[in-house]
C-alpha cells in the first residue's frame, strides 16, 4: 500500500513562503503523476498543482505564478514551494497520486496571518 507522508507547513505571514514535501511510499514512484491538494477550513479539498512523470505541470489559476510543484524521484519526493503567500492560503495541504488514491495521509496545516 501506498504511504503518504506530507510535511513543511507552519505559521507565516503574508507574503512568506513554505516548502512542503510528501514522501510517497510503496510504489514506483517515478511512473506516477502526484497532486498537492488543500482543504480550507469549512470547506472541500481541492485540487491545487500536479506534475507528471515527465515533469509537465499544472496549477490552479488561484496559485498560479506563487506556487511551484517539482519532484525528486530519486527521494520518491514531491514538493510545493510557495511563495508571496497570502491569508487565503491558510489550509490542510495533501498530495496524493493521479488518479488519487482512496485513502490520504495526515497532511500538513499552513496558517498564513495577515
Known amino acids: 500500500q501506498v504511504q503518504l507522508v506530507e510535511s513543511g507547513g507552519g505559521l507565516v505571514q503574508s507574503g512568506g513562503s513554505l516548502k512542503l514535501t510528501c514522501v510517497a511510499s510503496?510504489?514506483?514512484?517515478?511512473?506516477?503523476?502526484m497532486g498537492w491538494y488543500r482543504q480550507a477550513p469549512g470547506d472541500q479539498r481541492v485540487f491545487i498543482a500536479s506534475?507528471?512523470?515527465?515533469?509537465?505541470?499544472i496549477y490552479v489559476d488561484s496559485v498560479q505564478g506563487r506556487f511551484t510543484i517539482s519532484r525528486d524521484n530519486a527521494k520518491n519526493t514531491v514538493y510545493l514551494q510557495m511563495n508571496s503567500l497570502k491569508p487565503e492560503d491558510t489550509a490542510v495541504y495533501y498530495c496524493?497520486?493521479?488518479?488519487?488514491?482512496?485513502?490520504w495521509g495526515q497532511g500538513t496545516q499552513v496558517t498564513v496571518s495577515s
Open positions: 510503496g510504489s514506483i514512484f517515478s511512473q506516477d503523476s
Open positions: 506534475i507528471s512523470s515527465r515533469g509537465t505541470v
Open positions: 496524493n497520486k493521479i488518479p488519487r488514491l482512496d485513502y
